[in-house]
T-cell receptor
Framework: AQSVAQPEDQVNVAEGNPLTVKCTYSVSGNPYLFWYVQYPNRGLQFLLKYITGDNLVKGSYGFEAEFNKSQTSFHLKKPSALVSDSALYFCAVSAASGGSYIPTFGRGTSLIVHP | DAMVIQNPRYQVTQFGKPVTLSCSQTLNHNVMYWYQQKSSQAPKLLFHYYDKDFNNEADTPDNFQSRRPNTSFCFLDIRSPGLGDAAMYLC??????????????FGPGTRLTVL
């Protein structure tokens, strides 16, 4: 069965500093990887995805993520955090083949950016 | 703008009184999902439609039913809501890629309160 691990329940960072939200995955076959953000009382919003191609993926609001096949990781990064980035972040994986096409979500990481 | 719409945004019902939540989409995506989300946890998949094919998760209670009368609309029926069913209910859509699933687009959610 495919799975996603987000090892940190919460990440704290000062505004202006770089941020990283970690994600590792396990899947049979080639993965499709996604990051979503959720603000309070709202649905999830798509940030970025890796399907194929360049390992470094750039997404919305200045976020990026690097697909690392050997480490089965897809960490979310931003060079300079904003207070408005404070939200709940979910990593998700689905399998291109050999596994479930239905996305599996991580448990979420709460990002808190301090002024 | 193309989007996923959920109605109502807030629903209050009484213990045991049936309730229906609705979702519509203008994206013409063939896959639609219903998730239950509690207290900033990961969304829990209840069921999904792949075109007209209904797929029920093994651990979705029988109390939850769904209908998809056409591509654009999907309904979640809770036949006898219990206090434990109080949650945010998220509808999402996606299109399929070659063997996998593309980005999911989420509605704003319906927050269900059970009195």
């Amino acid at each position: 069965a495919q799975s996603v691990a987000q090892p940190e329940d919460q990440v704290n960072v000062a505004e202006g500093n770089p941020l990283t939200v970690k994600c590792t995955y396990s899947v049979s076959g080639n993965p499709y990887l996604f990051w979503y953000v959720q603000y309070p009382n709202r649905g999830l919003q798509f940030l970025l995805k890796y399907i194929t191609g360049d390992n470094l993926v750039k997404g919305s609001y200045g976020f990026e993520a690097e697909f690392n096949k050997s480490q089965t990781s897809f960490h979310l990064k931003k060079p300079s955090a904003l207070v408005s980035d404070s939200a709940l972040y979910f990593c998700a994986v689905s399998a291109a083949s050999g596994g479930s096409y239905i996305p599996t979500f991580g448990r979420g990481t709460s990002l808190i950016v301090h002024p | 703008d193309a989007m996923v719409i959920q109605n109502p945004r807030y629903q209050v019902t009484q213990f045991g009184k049936p309730v229906t939540l609705s979702c519509s989409q203008t994206l013409n995506h063939n896959v639609m999902y219903w998730y239950q989300q509690k207290s900033s946890q990961a969304p829990k998949l209840l069921f999904h439609y792949y075109d007209k094919d209904f797929n029920n998760e093994a651990d979705t209670p029988d109390n939850f039913q769904s209908r998809r009368p056409n591509t654009s609309f999907c309904f979640l029926d809770i036949r006898s809501p219990g206090l434990g069913d109080a949650a945010m209910y998220l509808c999402a859509t996606s299109r399929n890629l070659a063997g996998g699933i593309d980005t999911q687009y989420f509605g704003p959610g319906t927050r269900l309160t059970v009195l």
